[in-house]
């Protein structure tokens, strides 16, 4: 009876200090997905205002129109070099996300971070269409496993983190907390235990937290 009592008194302290771990992790996932998130907002930010200032500047010039088409052809040949580098980078990311979670594919998150931003802001500056959902998404979910990566954690630390990760780079990217949280859970975790539910929430009000103090209360989407 008191070997009995011993294991579960032991059990409960592992779990207790598991627990308490993985809150701590989201929270320094939170962090990093927030920072790499506002970067890559920043970036996509000066990618749009070169976009729209190489539009005037050619405007109704035709040598300068040759000129830039060259350059969109050069931006096409790095963008399409860099999917051949990290194939995993084309789309939105969320599909990736969500494939890696059920172990289909195995990404290599430090070039999904470099490339990923980098032909994200040269899309931008080529005039493309591209949106930073699920762009940040897929990067701060990149910060989680590679956190996960970096410190050796099991697999199931590494899905808690990869959540985090995504809540904190979709929270980031719009001021949206409860958004992110709501998002990585039904989507990209399908699972709202306690423990799933109180971390990423540290990791999401840790990433709009820091959004916030970057860019202000100022809203992501401005309709006069």
């Known amino acids: 009876m008191e070997r009995k009592e011993f294991s579960i008194a032991r059990f409960l302290s592992s779990k207790s200090r598991f627990d308490n771990i993985v809150l701590l992790e989201g929270f320094i996932v939170g962090i990093l997905a927030g920072v790499v998130a506002v970067i890559y907002r920043l ?91 699920g762009p940040s998404i897929q990067l701060g979910a990149m910060i989680g496993k590679g956190l996960a990566s970096v410190f050796k954690r099991m697999k199931l630390e590494e899905k808690y983190l990869l959540t985090c990760g995504a809540a904190a780079g979709l929270s980031a990217a719009f001021n949206a907390p409860l958004a992110g949280v709501l998002f990585a859970l039904e989507e990209i975790h399908k699972n709202f235990s306690p423990l799933a539910l109180v971390t990423v929430m540290v990791a999401s009000l840790t990433g709009d937290f820091i959004s916030k103090n970057i860019f202000g209360m100022t809203p992501s989407l401005y309709f006069p």
Not at 45 to 65: C, D, M, P, Q, R
Not at 73 to 95: A, H, M, Q, T, V
Request: with cysteine.
């Open 43 to 133: 970036m996509l930010s000066y990618g749009e205002k070169i976009a729209y200032f190489v539009v005037g500047y050619i405007k109704n010039n035709t040598l300068h129109l040759c000129l830039w088409i060259i350059c969109v052809l050069l931006i096409g040949f790095i963008i399409s070099r860099l999917l051949k580098y990290e194939s995993y980078i084309s789309g939105s990311g969320i599909p990736q996300v969500e494939a890696e979670m059920i172990d289909q594919i195995d990404e290599k998150w430090y070039r999904v971070i470099l490339a990923k931003m980098v032909a994200g802001t040269l899309s931008i500056v080529g005039g493309l269409s591209l949106g930073r959902e």
